[in-house]
């Protein structure tokens, strides 16, 4: 069974720094690009970036660039959100996806995980 | 960016009910739109994608048209299960999702 499961989030305090993992299993994770979407409590949900298969091509929106990095281990099947510089509007569920989908042509994820909740307060 | 605008936000129907939501872009993404349903507490799932394509083992009330810069879901007879919030997502240039549309029991 194809799966992602996220870890790492936690209460932190405005400026601080954490870094989410995300563990897939069940797939060929190195043939994949792999995102980040995150969703603040009550609201819609945000695409905050992808990265290429081989880590060589990353991509990330205005709202994190410059603070957010994505990068992936494929030995270990394991994606991670280096987040720094935190905000109190980084307060959310954090999922990683992916489209393993051929037909969809792109990145209509199939797979999500069950998310993880970073919440930046003092 | 591409901006993803859904009508209504809110929608209230009944069992039964043929349900319609709206999904504009704010530039031409071709056909790719995908729409997912959330329900509360839990992950998003896929229902549509390329506009018009069913996703593997989502029922055949659930339908997707458009392209270009509209697009619609139909639920056809709404059951039960559907009620949800439902977003769009255009994956042309990266990624953008609507703001969401809840269908709430009338």
């Known amino acids: 069974e194809e799966q992602l499961v996220e870890s790492g989030g936690d209460l932190v305090q405005p400026g601080g720094s954490l870094r989410l993992s995300c563990a897939a299993s069940?797939?060929?994770?190195?043939?994949?690009?792999m995102s980040w979407v995150r969703q603040a409590p009550g609201k819609e949900l945000e695409w905050l970036g992808h990265?290429?298969?081989?880590?060589?091509?990353?991509f990330y929106m205005d709202s994190v660039r410059g603070r957010f990095t994505i990068s992936r281990d494929n030995g270990k099947n394991s994606l991670f959100l280096q987040m720094d510089s935190l905000r109190a509007e980084d307060t959310a569920m954090y999922y990683c996806?992916?489209?393993?989908?051929?037909?969809?042509?792109?990145?209509?994820?199939?797979?999500w995980g069950q998310g993880t909740m970073v919440t930046v307060s003092s | 960016d591409i901006q993803m605008t859904q009508s209504p936000s809110t929608l209230s129907a009944s069992v039964g009910d043929r349900v319609t939501i709206t999904c504009r872009a704010s530039e031409s993404v071709r056909n790719w739109l995908a729409w997912y349903q959330q329900k509360q507490g839990k992950a998003p799932k896929l229902l549509i994608y390329?506009?018009?394509n069913l996703e593997n083992g989502v029922p055949s009330r659930f339908s997707g048209s458009g392209s270009g810069t509209e697009f619609t879901l139909t639920i056809s007879s709404l059951q039960p299960d559907d009620f949800a919030t439902y977003y769009c997502q255009q994956y042309h240039i990266y990624s953008t999702f609507g703001q969401g549309t809840k269908v709430e029991i009338k």
């Open positions: 069940g797939f060929i994770f190195r043939n994949y690009w």
């Open positions: 990265i290429k298969q081989d880590g060589s091509e990353r």
């Open positions: 996806a992916t489209s393993t989908t051929p037909a969809s042509g792109g990145d209509a994820f199939n797979l």
């Open positions: 390329r506009a018009s």
